[in-house]
C-alpha cells in the first residue's frame, strides 16, 4: 500500500522554526521527485519547494532563503525545514512523491504561525 505520511506540523511564534517530515512507503521512493505544497485557507495549494530524485531543488519566492528541502533515500523520507516562519506560512503543509505516471499526496500537516 503506497503512503505518504506527514509529520512535524504545529504552532510556532512568528520566527521560529520547525521542521516536517514525509515518510515514504510502498513505492521505490529513490526514483520518485518530491515536492512540499501548502494550501491556506481560502486560497489553491500552491508549490512550496521541490527536490528531483537527482536532487535538483526549486523553491517558491516566498520562501526561498528561509526553507530548506531535503530527502533520505535510505529512509524514504523527505523534509522540510522551515525558519523564520510568518504569519503568511500558516497554511496545511502536503507532502507530494511524483514520477512518469503517477502523483501521490499526503493527508497534510497544519502549520500555524501566530503569537
Known amino acids: 500500500q503506497v503512503q505518504l505520511v506527514e509529520s512535524g506540523g504545529g504552532l510556532v511564534q512568528p520566527g521560529g522554526s520547525l521542521r516536517l517530515s514525509c515518510r515514504v512507503s510502498?513505492?521505490?521512493?529513490?526514483?520518485?521527485?518530491e515536492a512540499w505544497y501548502r494550501q491556506a485557507p481560502g486560497k489553491q495549494r500552491e508549490l512550496v519547494a521541490a527536490?528531483?530524485?537527482?536532487?535538483?531543488?526549486n523553491y517558491a519566492d516566498s520562501v526561498k532563503g528561509r526553507f530548506t528541502i531535503s530527502r533520505d533515500n535510505a529512509k524514504s523520507e523527505v523534509y522540510l525545514q522551515m525558519n523564520s516562519l510568518k504569519p503568511e506560512d500558516t497554511a496545511v503543509y502536503y507532502c507530494?512523491?511524483?514520477?512518469?505516471?503517477?502523483?501521490?499526496w499526503g493527508q497534510g500537516t497544519l502549520v500555524t504561525v501566530s503569537s
Open positions: 507530494n512523491a511524483e514520477s512518469t505516471h503517477t502523483t501521490i
Open positions: 510502498g513505492i521505490i521512493f529513490s526514483i520518485y521527485d
Open positions: 527536490i528531483t530524485r537527482g536532487g535538483r531543488t
